[in-house]
């Protein structure tokens, strides 16, 4: 791997300086070699790389580790079957590296995947080969998980969307390897808008993927993502609750107030209007996900909402969930509030000085599992690089002047060095040693390689 990347990062925040430097060195201590090839797990016990997290978590790590970061794509388009399904979790023992399809685990793939290309400086040996990957994975998604052919993808299992414990799923299997769905079940197959948003987002980026190329795909494309996003607006998708709803096996709406919609940002399924319904009318509701410790999986008040320790989706916000926020309210300018985030986040972790799967939403206590859970420690760093550094996005570079504190922060990659230096009262950026602006804080500056303004975007 010839192209390098490193961060380095100092602050008079001494706490804030410990955290970092802390989840940097546990970071490290989940990287493993699988076949000969280091990836980063996701950690905190678990050691595989899920589809849910680690293609995600995997490209974060670019930062600082690209090949780990290259592989965490590539071991899953390695083990893709011949008809388009991608492996829920790759796991490794005694040096045999084994896809497992005995559930979908979620699908945060795609975006990631594409940001890998222009971390790669833009290879297209590797843009053909996800191009392909993502139009057999959307085969696969219609071709079998539209069991009652109405146009709405399924899940059929409880880790097909990665939901652990999950009250809503009722009966349904936990695992489920057939390629038929489940029967005489009480829930699934379920009407799912996580399915929905996997097909939106390989369609999505295959729209990107075709507009790189060049390829006279790109128009199609955008049809078929916009159809998708059509029909999660037409049936999951209630209008005088502004949120989305999920439908049982029979067609009824289940009633149960969900995170998920954040996921479905994540993925861009939403039309502008229903992210902005959902952030303002339910995200942002302190009763709901806006609790002390926010961003709980079901919302608070709803009756399905389970204060449970340990990995339960249905109740306690998740480190994944911290994580995938980032990308869901940057798609939807809901910059303001990442900041807002990062700062309980922060406070959080100063004070717990323990990276795990869940935190008590009403106290922030960290609540079981074991240290060293990737997502969490990645959710830190990439708060830190929108509030405090930069992130390189497509060719864009994002610098953060959020202030508050002194900071400075160094992001090296493929032979050149962003540095952003602020003072708590003025920031100056530098590329290569060469200072390209000056900002007072409060505010994200967005440029291409060389420094030029592309936009900027207020903070406060």
């Not at 289940?254 to 995170?259: D, F, I």
């Not at 959710?379 to 405090?388: G, P, Q, V």
Request: proline share 5%.
């Amino acid at each position: 791997m010839a192209i390098q990347t490193g961060v380095s990062f100092q602050t008079n925040d001494i706490q804030l300086q410990q955290i970092v430097s802390l989840a940097e060195t546990k970071l490290k201590d989940n990287l493993r070699v699988f076949g000969g090839r280091r990836v980063l797990v996701e950690g905190g016990g678990y050691n595989k790389i899920w589809l849910e997290t680690q293609p995600m978590g995997g490209e974060m790590y670019a930062k600082r580790d690209i090949e780990a970061a290259l592989n965490n794509q590539l071991l899953f388009m390695d083990h893709q079957r011949g008809d388009g399904r991608m492996p829920g979790s790759i796991m490794e023992e005694n040096g045999r590296v084994t896809p497992q399809f005995n559930k979908f685990q979620g699908f945060c793939f795609p975006g990631p995947a594409l940001n890998m290309y222009y971390w790669l400086d833009k290879n297209r040996e590797y843009l053909y080969r996800l191009k392909s990957s993502l139009e057999g994975f959307d085969r696969y998604l219609w071709a079998v998980r539209d069991s009652n052919a109405d146009g709405i993808l399924e899940s059929w299992c409880v880790t097909d969307t990665g939901e652990d414990g999950a009250v809503r799923y009722g009966d349904a299997p936990f695992w489920w390897e057939e390629e038929t769905p489940p029967e005489g079940r009480s829930v699934v197959p379920m009407a799912s808008m996580d399915f929905m948003s996997f097909s939106y987002a390989a369609r999505e980026t295959l729209a990107a993927i075709s507009a790189i190329l060049d390829d006279g795909r790109e128009r199609f494309w955008r049809k078929q993502a916009l159809k998708v996003r059509q029909k999660i607006r037409e049936c999951l998708w209630d209008n005088e609750k502004g949120a989305c709803y999920d439908r049982d096996k029979d067609g009824h709406i289940m009633k149960v107030l969900l995170h998920n919609n954040l996921r479905c940002m994540y993925w861009n399924s939403f039309f502008p209007n229903m992210a902005e319904r959902f952030v303002r009318e339910h995200l942002l509701n302190p009763e709901e996900f806006w609790t002390p410790f926010p961003l709980p999986s079901v919302a608070a008040n709803d009756p399905l909402f389970r204060n449970s320790p340990g990995n339960d989706w249905s109740g306690q916000p998740e480190g994944l969930t911290w994580q995938r926020a980032i990308t869901a309210l940057e798609n939807y300018n809901f910059h303001r509030l990442i900041p807002i985030l990062g700062e309980k986040l922060f406070d959080t972790l100063k004070r717990e000085k323990i990276f795990t799967q869940q935190y008590d939403p009403f106290t922030g206590k960290a609540s079981g599992g074991r240290d060293g859970y990737g997502p969490t420690m990645l959710a830190l760093l990439e708060y830190l690089s929108r509030m405090h550094g930069i992130h390189l996005k497509g060719e864009e570079v994002w610098w953060g002047v959020w202030g508050k504190r002194a900071t400075e922060y160094e992001q090296r990659w493929a032979g050149h060095v962003f540095r952003l230096k602020c003072d708590g009262k003025l920031a100056e950026a530098l590329i290569d040693g060469k200072a390209v602006f000056t900002s007072t804080p409060g505010i994200r500056i967005v440029t291409d390689y060389f420094g030029k303004i592309v936009k900027k975007i207020p903070l406060e």
